[in-house]
T-cell receptor, first 114, second 107 residues
Framework: DTEVTQTPKHLVMGMTNKKSLKCEQH?????MYWYKQKAKKPPELMFV???????INESVPSRFSPECPNSSLLNLHLHALQPEDSALYLC?????????????FGPGTRLTVT | LAKTTQPISMDSYEGQEVNITCSHN???????ITWYQQFPSQGPRFIIQ???TKVTNEVASLFIPADRKSSTLSLPRVSLSDTAVYYC????????FGTGTRLKVLA
């Protein structure tokens, strides 16, 4: 199984809502990633988890809160978002962090903040 | 932090070979060059990776000169289904995406 799944596929939320994005992989990968992608732009790295510990936070605002409950799951908790946070949120995993490891991406969650 | 630059867009016809070049002038000694393909509303998909010289797989070839300041992704005999955005990554462990090249394959 080389699949990364993400739920939900689409999410519409108000600026005062709290919601969560979920990501799951069963490939035994020990590195997991969150990316944000705006239309016609490349994915931008947000967070990297290595062995369930946060290893990289690319200066992401605190209204985005990542969580890695176990080696297969990655969550992104959302609170008090702004309309400019509307984007495609991509989750990825790789065997380990580092240049030689291929990342497997999920299909993404299309988030709209109203 | 090393960054990559690529042409913004390219057009090609079915059956032609397409070469997309990526510039990574400040690539670090331990950085690999990785290419991903992305279709609309989907996550990127790994195509190929290399460190130096030439790498070939069933999908593409990757040419990297000795100075490693650039690389060229070669797609043989493209089809309409190869229309996508192609990203070159060559920085800090392969998690920094370049600007991407929008390839449009025409019939």
């Amino acid at each position: 199984d080389t699949e990364v799944t993400q739920t939900p596929k689409h999410l519409v939320m108000g600026m005062t809502n709290k919601k969560s994005l979920k990501c799951e992989q069963h490939m035994g990968h020990r590195a997991m990633y969150w990316y944000k992608q705006k239309a016609k732009k490349p994915p931008e790295l947000m967070f990297v988890y290595s062995y369930e510990k946060l290893s990289i936070n690319e200066s992401v605002p605190s209204r985005f809160s990542p969580e890695c409950p176990n080696s297969s799951l990655l969550n992104l908790h959302l609170h008090a978002l702004q309309p400019e946070d509307s984007a495609l949120y991509l989750c990825a995993s790789s065997q380990e962090t580092g240049a030689t490891y291929e990342q497997y991406f999920g299909p993404g969650t299309r988030l709209t903040v109203t | 932090l090393a960054k990559t630059t690529q042409p913004i867009s390219m057009d090609s016809y079915e059956g032609q070979e397409v070469n997309i070049t990526c510039s990574h002038n400040n690539i670090a000694t331990n950085d690999y060059i990785t290419w991903y393909q992305q279709f609309p509303s989907q996550g990127p998909r790994f195509i190929i990776q290399g460190y130096k010289t030439k790498v070939t797989n069933e999908v593409a070839s990757l040419f990297i000169p000795a100075d490693r300041k650039s690389s060229t992704l070669s797609l043989p005999r493209v089809s309409l289904s190869d229309t996508a955005v192609y990203y070159c990554l060559g920085a800090r462990g392969g998690d920094i995406f370049g600007t991407g090249t929008r390839l449009k394959v025409l019939a």
